[in-house]
T-cell receptor, first 113, second 115 residues
């Protein structure tokens, strides 16, 4: 069965430090995509970064990078030089063959000044 | 990507009443989805909104409770019927078909409180 696991319910990080949010996945499909979304307290879901299963290089978008380890089935999000505005819920998701996304439980990230 | 607007942004309703949430996309999308997010939880897919036909509901969700319409490729509505306090959640509309893979982009959500 397809599944996304986020094992960190919450994290506290000092401002300006780098932070890694864990995500592991399980699928038997050879082709899939992995996504990270940010949800601030306002409730909107903001797309951050995407990694395709056949992509040779790890995805990067500004301060966000995705540490994709296919053999380990992990897709960790790395945020460099964290900022107070990074405090939010972060969700990992995986695409399926029926156009839907499977979602992890989320990690609540709090950046301390 | 595309821009999605949703209204109302929030509402407080009495039990037993119904609320209709509107979702408008600024350009055509292939798929539209409705999610429920209960407090402190992840997203749960309610249904896929199909243009011009009945929505496809996920296990645990039924049309009588959550009727959905999608008259065209840019608009959909979700009604939460006969509400109870357990329906208090954020309801999110999303669209896909304009980005990579099955990337979904979201509206701002509707924060519903049922008293």
């Amino acid at each position: 069965a397809q599944k996304i696991t986020q094992t960190q319910p919450g994290m506290f990080v000092q401002e300006k430090e780098a932070v890694t949010l864990d995500c592991t996945y399980d699928t038997s499909d050879p082709s899939y995509g992995l996504f990270w979304y940010k949800q601030p307290s306002s409730g909107e879901m903001i797309f951050l970064i995407y990694q395709g299963s056949y992509d040779q290089q790890n995805a990067t978008e500004g301060r966000y990078s995705l540490n994709f380890q296919k053999a380990r089935k992990s897709a960790n999000l790395v945020i460099s030089a964290s900022q107070l505005g990074d405090s939010a819920m972060y969700f990992c998701a995986m695409s399926t063959s029926n156009y839907q996304l499977i979602w992890g439980a989320g990690t609540k990230l709090i950046i301390k000044p | 990507s595309a821009v999605i607007s949703q209204k109302p942004s929030r509402d407080i309703c009495q039990r037993g009443t119904s609320l209709t949430i509107q979702c408008q996309v600024d350009s055509q999308v292939t798929m539209m989805f409705w999610y429920r997010q209960q407090p402190g939880q992840s997203l749960t897919l309610i249904a896929t909104a199909n243009q011009g036909s009945e929505a496809t509901y996920e296990s645990g969700f039924v049309i009588d409770k959550f009727p959905i319409s999608r008259p065209n490729l840019t608009f959909s509505t979700l009604t939460v019927s006969n509400m109870s306090p357990e329906d208090s959640s954020i309801y999110l509309c999303s669209g896909s078909g304009r980005g990579r893979d099955n990337e979904q982009f979201f509206g701002p959500g509707t924060r519903l409180t049922v008293l």
